[in-house]
């Protein structure tokens, strides 16, 4: 089946540790997004990426890398320096052909707590 | 910021009613989409509406816009409970800081009981 996995689905963070959030695609979409989502909240971007090897900062980028080596992938660690990790992660590619901005698809997301 | 405003922040119904949901932005936009989310889950695209439109229909849903006043309105006709879900606007502001990118309202939650 077509789409974007996401995993895992439950992570758990200690003090002072990186970790990483997978995302992989088969859609064969360029765009790739990461957001973060935190209780009752919408969705603010993190990091976003339209073509392989070029990535762009988003609206909350501090605390978090990510790296797009392969058309498919589009990991996100989430670093030390992130004070307040805990939130919802979600992935999501876009459309090819029709621009950065229209009809997102999403994983089903990462829950990333705090220990 | 946020670019979008939804109310009401949650809205409860019975099945077979109508529900609306209203978003707000601030900037000029080229396109606003609606998103629905389920409980722990990512979120589904249900309708995009562009600038120059101003009412658009996919199946039970109805979106509006209205450029002027800058908002747009999500109507779902003939609620069932399988509808119960956040529903959240985007917006992809035509310049400024949040051009070329997609920006999320807070959504509203929507509950349709039996």
């Known amino acids: 089946d077509g789409g974007i996995t996401q995993s895992p689905k439950y992570l758990f963070r200690k003090e002072g540790q990186n970790v990483t959030l997978s995302c992989e695609q088969n859609l064969n979409h360029d765009a790739m997004y990461w957001y973060r989502q935190d209780p009752g909240q919408g969705l603010r971007l993190i990091y976003y990426?339209?073509?392989?090897?070029?990535?762009q900062k988003g609206d909350i980028a501090e605390g978090y890398s990510v790296s797009r080596e392969k058309k498919e992938s589009f990991p996100l660690t989430v670093t030390s320096a992130q004070k307040n990790p805990t939130a919802f992660y979600l992935c999501?590619?876009?459309?090819?052909?029709?621009?950065?901005?229209?009809?997102?698809?999403f994983g089903s997301g990462t829950q990333l707590s705090v220990l | 910021s946020q670019q979008g405003e939804e109310d009401p922040q949650a809205l409860s119904i019975q099945e077979g009613e109508n529900a609306t949901m209203n978003c707000s932005y601030k900037?000029?936009?080229?396109?606003l989409q609606w998103y629905r989310q389920n409980s722990g889950r990512g979120l589904v695209h249900l309708i995009l509406i562009r600038s120059n439109e101003r009412e658009k229909h996919s199946g039970r849903l109805r979106v509006t816009l209205d450029t002027s006043k800058k908002s747009s309105s999500l109507l779902i006709t003939a609620s069932r409970a399988a509808d119960t879900a956040s529903y959240f606007c985007a917006t992809d502001a035509e310049f400024g800081t949040s051009y070329g990118k997609l920006t999320f309202g807070q959504g509203t939650i929507l509950t349709v009981h039996p």
């Open positions: 990426s339209q073509i392989v090897n070029d990535f």
């Open positions: 900037t000029s936009i080229n396109n």
């Open positions: 999501a590619s876009s459309v090819p052909g029709q621009g950065p901005n229209e009809k997102l698809f």
